[in-house]
């Protein structure tokens, strides 16, 4: 097919799309779809579906802005960007003439003859300096497209939607006319086509492939139980249904084996995280979802940072329902104490009912809240109706019964901002090779650091919790 709006006559749109990009960039030019999750195996033709809308929406609808982004810039100029040059080279399109790059503003600029819309290519990463994603403030898009989208964050997802505004009631979705009565006129308005609109909808498309995250539980798994929210679009895509995808690349992913084999060649979603979890999965979703767990006893459990390094998280329970996660970063003695104690005044929390890591700084903290209770992880486990169970440490025998709790839907966590990182952190309570004499361990934390990217210190304050449930006064310090 060929643009002609306005000016735009010298551009081919050459997209022969497989069936799902198809249905996808269906869903993506209609009037009832706001968000799109395009998920599967690799090769499955996604950056290069979300190149195209991004190109055609551009072009369609003068003067808009959209939204390329990618957890880091790097990765995004080194494959996604690529693929969009690409596109552009196959519909005619010449850089310097229909469009500019401009590398060091991170913009593609179309020329003013074709259309003189801008997309903004973006970081979005998680960054600790900006946990709450600050750098898009003041942005104002017109849609939004996020290529391997299980790399950002929730957090980060819902703060570009929120920033999808920019020029939307000019347009008729319909026959993309651009409406010339002015903006502060009524809602919906007539086009001449005779559609009644009240203009775009804020669209967002994220590819990604199968994972464990967020994209699991509010696309895939809505998905699979039929619950999928109407505006809300899942796809999944695998490279045997992209006819235009090259057999040498089909060949190398047949392979790959175990969960890669799963995700990237069959493009499952129900893979095993790990042989060595712990949890299972469900559990660690259900885990915000358990609202039935009732109420209880007020208690606080509290994760050290560790001379100036990782964060102190302090966790507030009432019974087995985490109702509050307080974060300090990078902090002082004084002021992890100074936090504990107006965490206790603020929720009515007893300080017999105070367990704080005593590691390294935390037994600082420690000495300064007289009656609290201090946790060594490295020491023996506790004694279970007077018989000793068989794990290597405290710390083991914690995260094995944090499992149990788990796995049995007997803990709430109220979902707030941490809640993508506590999932993370969940999946690596996992078992470690029992030693010689068959005693259990958990995974040490300096492994799940190595692989995770980051101390698991929500998983420490989560874990602490169990202390209570299994000791019946401390006698053991």
Known sequence: MALTKGDV???????????????????????????????????????????????????????????????????LEETTLVTFFDVCSKWGMVADVHYKYNSKKNIIAFHKNYGGSVILLKDLFAYPSDPEFDSLGSLEITGAFVDEAAQITSKAREIIRSRIRYRLDEFCPKCSEQRKVPLDARKMWLCKCGYYTSGLLPKMLMTCNPT?????????????????????????ALARENTYIQSSYISNLEGLTGTNRERLLDGSWEYDVDTWSL??????????????????EKIIT???????R????????SGMRLEYIYTIAKNSIPEAVEAIKDAMARHGVFVHNVYIDQDGVGGGVLDYIDGA???????PPLFVENEKENFGNLKSQLGYWLSEYLNN????????????????????????NADNDMKYYTLPKSEIREGLGRSPDYLDMITFRMLPELDDGFGYL
Request: aromatic fraction near 12%; glycine fraction near 10%.
């Open 279 to 296: 949890i299972a999965y469900d559990a660690i979703q259900d885990a915000f979802l358990n609202i039935d767990v009732p109420p209880g």
């Open 9 to 75: 006559v010298n551009i081919d749109v050459d997209f022969v799309s497989n069936p799902k990009q198809g249905l996808a960039f269906r869903y993506l030019m209609d009037d009832r779809t706001t968000d799109v999750c395009y998920g599967g195996a690799a090769g499955g033709g996604k950056s290069h579906l979300g190149c195209v809308w991004l190109n055609t929406s551009a072009i369609r609808y003068p003067g808009t802005r959209w939204l390329m982004g990618r957890s880091k810039l790097k990765s």
């Open 310 to 317: 990782d964060k102190t998280v302090i966790g507030v329970w």
């Open 409 to 432: 839907r007997k803990i709430y966590i109220r979902p707030d901002e941490n809640m993508d990182k506590i999932m993370q952190e969940m999946e690596w309570l996992r078992r470690k």
């Open 373 to 379: 209770n201090g946790i060594v992880n490295n020491s």
């Open 302 to 308: 509290a994760d050290i940072a560790r001379q100036g």
């Open 212 to 236: 464990k995250g967020w994209l699991y539980s509010q696309f895939y798994k809505p998905w699979k139980d039929g619950s999928l929210d109407a505006g809300r679009k899942f796809i999944p």
